[in-house]
């Protein structure tokens, strides 16, 4: 019976795809490409077209970022339509994301608004968080410790989220990257911190100083990991 596939792809380098996630790109007749404009590209599919077959159909499908959330909504129920044309047809469908379907993908969105007679099947793939404690040899939690993940936008108070948190994650940091910096210096957080852009990717850079860094020069493809116990102990296996 064919499927509708949530693969994920990890974050930049394509050795860091589970095996389970190449079988599964190689079934596919159709590969789903998300893209917040079209003609942008796609990270997921740089990643993740070596293992797919010659003969793959790609579709790279719009999802608007407009502010506007009823917008947003009739774009996703437009996209799951079309995913539904190619399931009805009895293809294989994948949808590419990056790091982990499960983690802040358009893909749980699709799930929202697909037809519960389709079958569908999620293979996980490695999350940024992850890959960079792994990468710089840094452990997000120990012992009794918390972690949160936090996806960054203007609404959040993040002095009070770093009050009383072990570890935080911080994604999307270039969309209040200027507030992020400020609680971190009010809460005497900004030794605490490393931060990555393009993870795994050619252009990989790694922060541990963030003071001289501008919101403006922060790329999409960022984020932070705090430590608030202090993080200067597990740097010395750090790049
Ligand atoms: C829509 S979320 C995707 C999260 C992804 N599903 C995961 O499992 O990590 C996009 C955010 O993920 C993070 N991200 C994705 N790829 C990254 C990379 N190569 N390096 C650093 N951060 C990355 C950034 O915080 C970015 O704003």
């Known amino acids: ?23 599964t790109l190689k079934k596919l007749d159709v590969v789903i490409l998300p893209e917040a404009k079209i003609g942008e590209g796609s990270t997921a599919y740089t990643i993740a077209s070596k293992y797919l077959k010659e003969n793959v159909a790609r579709v790279f499908l719009e999802f608007t ?11 996703r129920e437009k996209n799951t339509t079309i995913i539904e044309e190619y399931l009805k047809d009895g293809k294989n469908v994948g949808f590419l994301t990056i790091g982990d379907p499960m983690v802040y ?6 799930l929202q608004h697909l037809n519960e007679k389709y079958t569908v099947e999620t293979v996980c793939g490695i999350p940024t968080f992850i890959d960079m404690a792994s990468m710089l040899n840094i452990p997000l939690t120990l ?5 949160k993940i936090i996806s960054l936008n203007k609404n959040i108070d993040i002095e009070k989220e ?8 911080f994604m999307k940091v270039s969309r209040n990257f200027n507030e992020l910096k400020r609680a971190l210096e009010t809460t005497n957080n900004m030794n605490n911190i490393v931060m ?3 993870c795994g990717k050619e252009n990989q850079k790694i922060y541990w100083d963030i003071e001289d860094i501008q919101e403006e020069d922060v790329e999409y493809f960022t984020t932070l990991i705090l430590k608030t116990r ?9 790049l």
Do not use: C, P, Q
């Not at 019976?1 to 079988?23: C, E, H, P, Q, R």
């Not at 012992?143 to 972690?147: A, F, I, P």
């Not at 202090?230 to 750090?238: A, L, Q, R, V």
């Open 143 to 147: 012992g009794n410790e918390s972690l």
């Open 65 to 75: 970022m407009a502010k506007n959330e009823e917008t947003r909504k009739i774009s």
């Open 196 to 198: 990555v852009s393009n």
């Open 1 to 23: 019976m064919n499927k509708f596939y949530g693969i994920g792809v990890g974050v930049g380098d394509s050795s860091m795809l589970t095996l389970k996630a190449i079988d």
């Open 230 to 238: 202090g993080i200067s102990e597990w740097k010395k296996f750090s």
């Open 162 to 169: 770093i009050k009383n948190s072990d570890n935080i994650v």
């Open 105 to 110: 993908s358009t893909y749980s969105y699709i």
